[in-house]
């Protein structure tokens, strides 16, 4: 039997789902280097493999596309009632149906830097090669709870659900690094590291409150990007400097609303070379006020840019990232439904989901 192609598998799953397919199909076609899960690197023994490693990805990756269901259980299960259409795609020989024992194997011990070079990260030069110049490029840090992975304290190995770090291109909907972390305070030099490492050059940075520290902003001067940082009461006495800083009346604000006049923002320029204790290049403060919800909400920030439309990309895109991106993975992937506590199998299967949401952004 002929294997079918990455391409005609993709097209069937996508216009099974209500997304035209013609874009994805023009980018596939386009782009001769990219054959979904082909290149990842293999890590078993090859004289005890019976199914292809592709083919274990792709079936796994249709699963949770088709289906939304991250259980290595219900993945087999999917495979063994569908046969006849696996089959079709070349996917199952000899009606040998992976166990799922075999896709926790697999998820398990995956090379994760291997299956995100060779998907992720090529999907991602290609969008890079063909986008319009939009200015600044929003990078956002995003850490996220994957409810289902800890156990309860009733249990004999009580343990706390884990945490992934996401850092996201939000303009092509593409996680660029996502890393399990033990706990949530455990993101700070996680993140801080994978900054320094990047080139952010032209790049806006957002993160939440967790991650205004004084080293971050460091991290990202030093890779040549610019910040923007939510301030809450983790740094309780920059807050209140802000705070003042507003509430004085003399000084000059300026103040501007987005478009549908969900939300008004409020800029307070700096002087060059001010800093605050271990705070550097600060150019200003900020505030946002969001009418969205019944109750109105406030939030304050920090950041090295005095540009107002700059600004304002920063906020409306990290907002983006909570209601769009983990809106996606856990309404329509139902990310959270996944059991299990490997941090490898865990961290693989994010890296699956993140490039689902990114060929639907494509």
């Known amino acids: 039997m002929v294997k079918n192609n990455t391409l005609f598998i993709l097209k069937d799953i996508i216009s099974n789902i209500h997304l035209d397919e013609e874009d994805v199909a023009d980018i596939i076609i386009n782009s001769k280097h990219i054959h979904l899960f082909d290149d990842v690197e293999d890590f ?16 796994a990756f249709i699963v949770i596309l088709e289906r939304g269901k991250q259980s290595f259980y219900y993945m087999s299960l999917y495979v063994r009632f569908n046969l ?12 040998n149906i992976p ?22 990260d090529r999907f991602y030069k290609l969008l890079r090669s063909i986008e319009e110049e939009k200015g600044l490029r929003h990078i956002g840090v995003d850490g996220k709870t994957v409810n289902g992975t800890g156990r309860s304290v009733d249990s004999k190995n009580a343990r706390k659900n ?22 949530k305070t455990n993101e700070i030099p996680v993140a801080q590291k994978f900054l320094y490492q990047m080139d952010l050059k032209n790049d806006l940075v957002t993160a939440d409150a967790i991650h205004c520290q004084a080293e971050t902003t460091k991290a990202i001067r030093y890779s040549n990007g610019h910040y923007l940082l939510t301030v809450k009461d983790n740094q309780s006495l920059l807050l209140e400097d802000i705070e003042n800083r507003f509430n004085n009346k003399r000084n000059k604000i300026i103040r501007i609303s987005n478009e ?23 150019r200003s403060y900020v505030k946002m006020t969001s009418y969205k919800r019944k109750s109105k909400c406030i939030r304050y920030y920090i950041s090295d840019l005095i540009k107002a439309d700059e600004i304002l990309l920063g906020i409306d895109e990290h907002w983006a990232i909570e209601n ?26 994010a890296i699956m989901n993140n490039l689902i949401v990114q060929l639907i952004y494509i």
């Open 324 to 349: 769009d991106l983990h809106k996606l993975k856990d309404d329509y992937l139902n990310e959270d439904s996944f059991r299990c506590i490997d941090k490898k199998a865990i961290k693989n299967i």
């Open 162 to 183: 884990t945490n992934v770090l996401n850092i996201y291109d939000s303009f092509t909907g593409t996680c660029l690094i996502s890393e399990t972390v033990d706990d």
């Open 44 to 59: 078993r023994d090859k004289t005890k493999i019976r199914y292809n490693l592709c083919d274990i990805l792709l079936m």
């Open 84 to 95: 006849e259409k696996f089959k079709s795609l070349g996917l199952i020989q000899d009606d």
């Open 99 to 120: 166990s799922h024992d075999t896709f926790r194997r697999v998820f398990s011990l995956l090379n994760s830097e291997s299956l995100i070079e060779t998907t992720i």
């Open 260 to 282: 549908d006049k969900s939300k008004d923002i409020e800029i307070l320029k700096l002087p060059k070379g001010f800093e605050y204790n271990d705070f550097k290049d600060i």
